[in-house]
């Protein structure tokens, strides 16, 4: 059965993760839902060279291009498009990946403050007892920050901090990419051989 996963974007750094993310997901044939915030939006700009337009429309024409796919393969809801299927619990993904996820979403998902879709979503993704990953990006991290982590993960929800490991043997920044989106893939149980895995090394 085609798994439907929910991924956002959020303004914290890490857009190559995000981007990663989407291509693998698509590969292993899930359909994915993708919002992104206007701060995400920004840092995708800095970081990448997507610039994402400003209407979810566009961005969708944008991303389907990008990866060749459909969007029967990605659809793109805007930040306010309360009656996308990710608002409710009728039509609830999955999971939902927060990748990278900003403290400022952290807060609010922690609290359960639904201000726009990517709250809503996480919320309902929550609700519905369905996994959430969220991947985190700041340093360092104060009392606040790890408060709101702990409180999320006493709720299941899974913290997946973009940690790259070196052992695996590392000689560019996407092996280092790839360490971070193959232990995202594997909480979603999708097969992957993005990066070695302990014990698989040859020395
Ligand atoms: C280039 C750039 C990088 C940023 N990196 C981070 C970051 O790593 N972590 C973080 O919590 N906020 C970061 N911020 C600040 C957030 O974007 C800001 O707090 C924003 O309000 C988050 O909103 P959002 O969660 O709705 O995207 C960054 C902002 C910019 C423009």
């Known amino acids: 059965m085609i798994k439907t996963i929910t991924v956002a974007m959020t303004g914290a750094s890490g857009a190559p993760y995000t981007l990663r993310l989407l291509e693998q997901l698509l590969l292993a044939d899930c359909h994915v839902q993708f919002i992104c915030s206007q701060p995400g939006q920004i840092v995708m700009a800095m970081e990448t060279n997507l610039k994402l337009p400003s209407s979810p429309q566009q961005i969708q024409q944008q991303l389907n291009e990008h990866f060749n796919c459909t969007q029967d393969q990605l659809s793109v809801y805007g930040l306010d498009q309360w009656t996308a299927p990710v608002a409710s619990g009728s039509s609830v993904a999955d999971a939902m990946v927060v990748c ?48 709101n982590m702990l409180k999320l993960s006493n709720q299941d929800v899974i913290i997946l901090p973009p940690n790259p490991a070196f052992y695996q043997g ?28 302990w014990g698989q090394k040859d020395d």
């Not at 807060?107 to 985190?136: F, Q, T, W, Y």
């Not at 989106?181 to 979603?188: E, H």
């Open 100 to 147: 990278p996820c900003s403290m400022g979403s952290l807060a609010s998902i922690a609290h359960g403050i639904s201000n726009n879709l990517i709250h809503r979503a996480a919320d309902v993704i929550m609700k519905e007892r369905k996994k959430l990953i969220i991947v985190p990006r700041e340093t360092p991290f104060s009392s606040l920050h790890l408060e």
């Open 170 to 197: 590392v000689e560019s920044i996407q092996d280092l990419i790839d360490f971070v989106v193959s232990r995202i893939l594997d909480q979603l149980n999708i097969e992957n051989k993005l990066s070695p895995r």
